[in-house]
T-cell receptor, first 110, second 116 residues
Framework: GQSLEQPSEVTAVEGAIVQINCTYQTSGFYGLSWYQQHDGGAPTFLSYNALDGLEETGRFSSFLSRSDSYGYLLLQELQMKDSASYFCAVQNQAGTALIFGKGTTLSVSS | KAGVTQTPRYLIKTRGQQVTLSCSPISGHRSVSWYQQTPGQGLQFLFEYFSETQRNKGNFPGRFSGRQFSNSRSEMNVSTLELGDSALYLC???????????????FGSGTQLSVL
């Protein structure tokens, strides 16, 4: 089967850096995705890592280590609007669906 | 380009009833998948449709079903509703489905179903 583990909650202050970790177990790995969901909103795609290493997109970066079945999302220069839930996800064995972690709620305070 | 549209936004039903939810994908997208989101379980995959065919199904009872029309619009149906079916039902579309690429899913804002 497939499963993902990520912390349930993280708190930080504006301007800080926060790292959300994700460990996964899967048979047949394609890549690790990250999605952001604000309260009452739709999940939106943030990043995808298929290969080991760091991918940077503005204030957000995502890292993958395939050998450790581990990845993280790094958010820099935190802003209040970054308060949201963040989900890591892997594809199922057939590659046709995403299996999501239970999500990490990030609260950013001033 | 319009995003993924789900209707209705909110729905209240009683146990034993059935419900139909609708999803219009982004124009040109042929794959539509459905997810159930609950506070305790996160997002769980229900099924995925591509060109009117169900390609993959998650681990949900047969009371949950779906279909896709020739214009890629999709509906999901839940029969004999139970209290535990109360959840946010999310629809997501993509061009051709995830496959082995980094194709991303575009989600709608969901239908919040409450079963009383």
């Amino acid at each position: 089967g497939q499963s993902l583990e990520q912390p349930s909650e993280v708190t930080a202050v504006e301007g800080a850096i926060v790292q959300i970790n994700c460990t996964y177990q899967t048979s047949g790995f394609y890549g690790l995705s990250w999605y952001q969901q604000h309260d009452g909103g739709a999940p939106t795609f943030l990043s995808y890592n298929a290969l080991d290493g760091l991918e940077e997109t503005g204030r957000f970066s995502s890292f993958l280590s395939r050998s450790d079945s581990y990845g993280y999302l790094l958010l820099q220069e935190l802003q209040m609007k970054d308060s949201a839930s963040y989900f890591c996800a892997v594809q199922n064995q057939a590659g046709t669906a995403l299996i999501f972690g239970k999500g990490t709620t990030l609260s950013v305070s001033s | 380009k319009a995003g993924v549209t789900q209707t209705p936004r909110y729905l209240i039903k009683t146990r034993g009833q059935q419900v139909t939810l609708s999803c219009s994908p982004i124009s040109g997208h042929r794959s539509v998948s459905w997810y159930q989101q609950t506070p305790g379980q996160g997002l769980q995959f229900l099924f995925e449709y591509f060109s009117e065919t169900q390609r993959n199904k998650g681990n949900f009872p047969g009371r949950f079903s779906g279909r896709q029309f020739s214009n890629s619009r999709s509906e999901m149906n839940v029969s004999t509703l139970e209290l535990g079916d109360s959840a946010l039902y999310l629809c997501a579309s993509s061009l051709d489905g995830l496959g082995r690429t980094n194709e991303k899913l575009f989600f709608g804002s969901g239908t919040q179903l409450s079963v009383l």
